[in-house]
């Protein structure tokens, strides 16, 4: 009998080269992989939520707190949409959640992204992280007053404020890089079990012939002009 963790690792392994097949083109095993991936996503976000709706509303109904029928009542008002008849019953609960979804949210971002950038640029001149901090901030936000023309010393502080958001784009670039980078090499570690040897050797052929194929039919892209 397979073990569990072995046949789980097979799969798992078997599904993330499907997916990356999708670079020799549109092929039915990426097609595969994807339905797969979507209707296991959507079976167990069902199955939480349903858990969810269970323990939380439900669940506390039957338990005396009454209160909790009025979102039950506010859910099943959304099934309305299945018929055109009846759209505008579902129109109420999603006018509700998004009236309180935008409070909430404009009370977080206040709070956040305005008076918390203001607090965190009040800073002592004392350092020259300080003053990088509050010299990048003000330059940064007057390269987006568009009332004032670009001439005179406003042009270098313009400018000034071009380069700090060329620097801070730069590095959110390379930091979202390099977390997908991570995100391959673990994959990839996990893939490559040096104490399963004949599993290795089997995925790394597995890989070496998606690749002579690529390279063969001029599928992949980087390939095409070799």
Do not use: C
């Not at 858990?51 to 099934?79: C, E, R, Y």
């Not at 300080?130 to 670009?150: C, P």
Request: glycine share 10%; charged share 10%; proline share 4%.
């Amino acid at each position: 009998m397979m073990d569990m963790v072995w046949l789980g690792l097979v799969v798992g392994s078997f599904v993330s080269i499907g997916a990356y097949t999708v670079l020799i083109g549109d092929n039915p095993v990426s097609k595969v992989t994807e339905h797969l991936y979507t209707g296991i996503l959507a079976g167990y976000t069902l199955a939480i939520n349903w858990d969810f709706i269970m323990k939380n509303a439900v669940g506390k109904v039957q338990g005396g707190q009454f209160d909790f029928i009025l979102p039950i009542i506010l859910s099943l008002m959304l099934f309305a949409r299945l018929k055109p008849e009846w759209i505008w019953i579902s129109r109420y609960p999603v006018a509700l959640t998004v009236g309180v979804g935008m409070g909430l949210a404009m009370r977080a971002s206040v709070l956040s992204d305005f008076v918390g950038q203001i607090q965190g640029t009040l800073l002592p001149i004392n350092s020259i992280n300080n003053i990088v901090m509050i010299v990048g901030t003000i330059t940064a936000t007057a390269y987006f007053l568009f009332t004032r023309e670009n001439k005179g010393p406003y042009k270098y502080v313009n400018q000034t404020g071009l380069l700090f958001l060329l620097v801070a784009f730069g590095v959110t670039y390379g930091s979202t890089a390099s977390f997908r980078f991570e995100l391959v090499i673990g994959r990839l570690v996990d893939m490559l079990r040096p104490d399963v040897a004949l599993y290795t050797y089997g995925f790394l052929a597995l890989v070496a012939i998606i690749l002579i194929y690529g390279y063969t039919t001029k599928k992949i892209p980087w390939y095409k002009s070799r």
